[in-house]
């Protein structure tokens, strides 16, 4: 007579099991994330969210891109035409200045001649300035005048402004590491050590410190805040350490951005709380722990990036096609954006009003089906992690709705540190802590000129030599957006 075991003999084996199958589902996602990662593109394989609006635009949609199109090429058309001109005659040869017809030579100017447009390349060149003071002496033997000399930016200095913003704009803005700086100005017959490129960077770091630190300060004090951070590797003894570049960025009322940059050698919340500690209003990131520091009570108010959910899902999505579904939801959500931008209405009480008709009900609907389907899914996988990071933060989440100024993601910030991260490829890391806190400081005011429209190595040129004399209680005219609409003024 066979004996049977009872049921609870084999829970060991069915919890062991379950535990297996987690582990399984989990690997399983984490080899097909490598896979994507190493052998297809590193973007998501899944539309962008712009690309998915872009195919449900109507034919008044196609058309309004259409125009826009148009607008920005004659714009550049306009600019090309005010690019320094130089004409080029070509005479006709000395064996050609006759009549094909009937070969009379004193043939006659016709009108202006046949004229073409070719843009033609002339490679930079430094040139080696020497300047001669003029020197007078009265009769008496007494008085003597001297004409002033040139600005510099340090006393006895040997380069200008102009050559010190071309090298802080070729690293910054360019991504240039400073020894290839130094081969292409060797190339245009000007030996330079990359030592001494590396000397005025930091040069410049320091004679703009004031300007930086009080870009810094401004974005602060803003009622909306976009921050994120980035790995950025530290020199040391035979190895290299890992620091940290935190951006900082916020929009001002008449729509101009302003992005700070804050280095550290952690990534604890000590950097945050340094910028932010003390102020108020709405701080956009991700679920990073480090912000915790400034989203207390008495601080900032913590708002949530669909982006990072929508990520999360789609991770999940090759396992399991329920994600599916959150992603057409996230969709919707950027729809309701997509309307209030086509309105007109982005960041007033009318797009409030949509947000609260029309994303709403979709928050409602996505919250009940995340709920219901989280006990259906192994904590440890993908689905199951991604549906408990996005109710995790689910408040931080919805908080877009109760106030129009507020995003729906972090793309901001994460794109501001697109040109550190092109930058962390090309020259790898950096010397040292007070290297890296340079470059932050110079990587926010070129930065902040590029989204604005301005041309940092002018900026700079300009900025560097009045920073030293310009009174302390007018540095904000010094900023970029304040120095643009200054230049702006007198030119008019």
């Known amino acids: 007579m066979t ?79 005010e690019a320094p001109a130089r004409q080029v005659h070509h005479l006709v040869p000395e064996e050609q200045r006759r ?53 510099k930016v340090v006393d006895r200095g040997e380069y200008g402004p102009g050559f010190i913003a071309h090298v802080v704009g070729s690293k910054c803005a360019d991504s240039m590491p400073l020894h290839r700086l130094a081969q292409r100005l060797e190339r245009g017959g000007v030996p330079m050590s990359r030592s001494t490129l590396t000397d005025l960077f930091h040069l410049a770091a320091e004679v703009l410190s004031p300007v930086s630190v009080r870009l810094l300060q401004h974005i602060a004090r ?36 302003l992005i700070g940059y804050r280095f550290s050698m952690g990534r604890a919340g000590k ?67 997509h309307e209030a931008l086509k309105a007109g209405v982005v960041r007033t009480l009318a797009h409030r009003a949509l947000r609260q008709q029309k994303s709403r009900p979709v928050l409602e609907a996505l919250h009940a089906y995340l709920t219901q389907q989280q006990p259906l899914h192994l904590p440890k996988g993908p689905m199951g992690q991604a549906i408990a990071y996005a109710l995790n933060q689910w408040d931080a989440l919805c908080r877009f709705v109760e106030d129009e100024r507020l995003p729906l993601d972090n793309n901001r910030s994460e794109g501001a540190l697109r040109k550190a991260a092109v930058g962390r490829k090309n020259f790898l890391f950096v010397g040292h802590e007070a290297a890296g806190e340079n470059l932050a400081g110079l990587y926010a005011l070129v930065a902040t000129c590029e989204v604005n429209g301005i041309n940092p190595e002018e900026y700079l040129a300009d900025v560097l030599l009045r920073v ?25």
């Open 3 to 81: 004996r049977q075991l009872p049921l609870d003999h084999f829970c060991p084996w069915r919890e062991e099991a379950e535990e297996l199958r987690e582990r399984l589902t989990a690997l399983e996602a984490k080899t097909a994330t490598l896979e994507r990662h190493v052998f297809g593109r590193k973007a998501e394989r899944l539309p962008g969210i712009q690309q998915l609006l872009q195919r449900e635009q109507t034919d008044e949609d196609t058309e309004a891109r259409r125009q826009q199109a148009l607008d920005k090429r004659r714009e550049r058309a306009a600019r090309r035409a």
């Open 99 to 151: 009549c094909p017809a009937c070969g009379n030579n004193e043939l006659k100017e016709l009108g202006q001649g046949r004229t073409t447009v070719v843009y033609e390349y002339i490679p930079a060149r430094l040139e080696r300035q020497v300047h001669v003071q003029e020197t007078l002496a009265c009769a008496c033997g007494k008085g003597v005048v001297t004409a002033p000399a040139p600005p």
């Open 222 to 257: 803003a009622e909306v805040v976009w921050a994120d951070e980035t790995p950025l590797r530290v020199l040391d003894v035979k190895k290299t350490r890992k620091g940290y570049l935190w951006t900082f960025l916020t929009r001002n009322e008449k729509g101009e951005w």
């Open 271 to 337: 950097t945050p709380k340094d910028v932010l500690g003390g102020t108020t209003g709405a701080l956009v990131v991700d679920a990073y722990t480090g912000y915790n520091t400034v989203t207390v009570p008495t601080g900032r108010v913590r708002v949530g990036c669909w982006a990072h959910v929508r990520r999360k899902f789609f991770d999940a999505l090759s396992k399991t096609p329920e994600a599916g579904t959150v992603l057409d939801s996230i969709l919707a959500l950027y729809r309701v954006e």
């Open 468 to 492: 030293q004399t310009h009174p302390n209680s007018r540095l904000d005219e010094l900023l970029p957006h304040e120095w643009k609409r200054l230049r702006a003024a007198d030119s008019s």
